[in-house]
């Protein structure tokens, strides 16, 4: 593949995950304020999509302190996500200019690793939190605490360290690029 071509994917790539961190911050607060359309279309990312699906129709209607701090309880993981996202946007912009083995590209992509590690513990802290602020109101015996692993978790982190692995080579690569430029 050409440079121009693989220049011309990064760039595209950067603009795609730039749409892809706005588009999840929007649907997230977007599936609070309207569950009953994100339920009929399967809307939902990860923890919002879990506590919704966990709610009956009438627990759904929730109050506006409740959609608004579950809407912010939510968006902690997501924004850890969007941090690493933004990270992996810039390494798309560094090859885009040609940065194949700079050190700032291992950087970058260390980020990423340690951001998606970060989102899934972050949203296993926080859905035992969301799980009892949406049901607060509901009638004793209807609350619920929920706490869950799941398999995409799993997933997820081992993904995490594969980045985390990867980003460390690309450092060495840098590393040794950097030195074979001074002797030649």
């Given at each position: 593949m050409s440079s121009n071509r693989l220049a011309l994917y990064s760039q595209r790539m950067a603009v795609i995950?730039?749409?892809?961190?706005?588009?999840?911050?929007?649907?997230?607060?977007?599936?609070?304020?309207?569950?009953?359309?994100?339920?009929?279309?399967?809307?939902?990312?990860?923890?919002?999509?879990?506590?919704?699906?966990?709610?009956?129709?009438?627990?759904?209607?929730?109050?506006?302190?409740?959609?608004?701090g579950a809407m912010l309880l939510s968006s902690i993981p997501l924004l850890a996500l969007a941090f690493g996202l933004g990270h992996l946007r810039q390494l798309f912009q560094r090859y885009a200019q040609g940065e194949y083995f700079?050190?700032?590209a291992?950087?970058?992509?260390?980020?990423?690793?340690?951001?998606?590690?970060l989102w899934v513990l972050l949203d296993f802290l926080c859905e035992p939190f969301l799980s009892l602020l949406v049901t607060i109101n509901?009638?004793?015996g209807q609350r619920l605490l929920t706490l869950s692993v799941t398999a995409p978790s799993f997933v997820a982190l081992f993904l995490a360290a594969?980045?985390?692995?990867?980003?460390?080579?690309?450092?060495?690569?840098?590393?040794?690029d950097s030195e074979n430029r001074t002797f030649v």
């Open positions: 995950t730039l749409v892809f961190i706005i588009t999840m911050m929007v649907l997230n607060a977007g599936v609070w304020l309207f569950p009953d359309v994100a339920s009929e279309y399967g809307l939902g990312f990860a923890l919002t999509e879990r506590q919704l699906s966990s709610l009956s129709a009438e627990a759904m209607r929730l109050t506006g302190w409740q959609c608004l700079s050190s700032e291992a950087v970058c992509l260390g980020k990423v690793g340690r951001a998606v590690a509901a009638p004793v594969c980045i985390a692995i990867i980003a460390r080579i690309l450092s060495r690569a840098s590393e040794v």
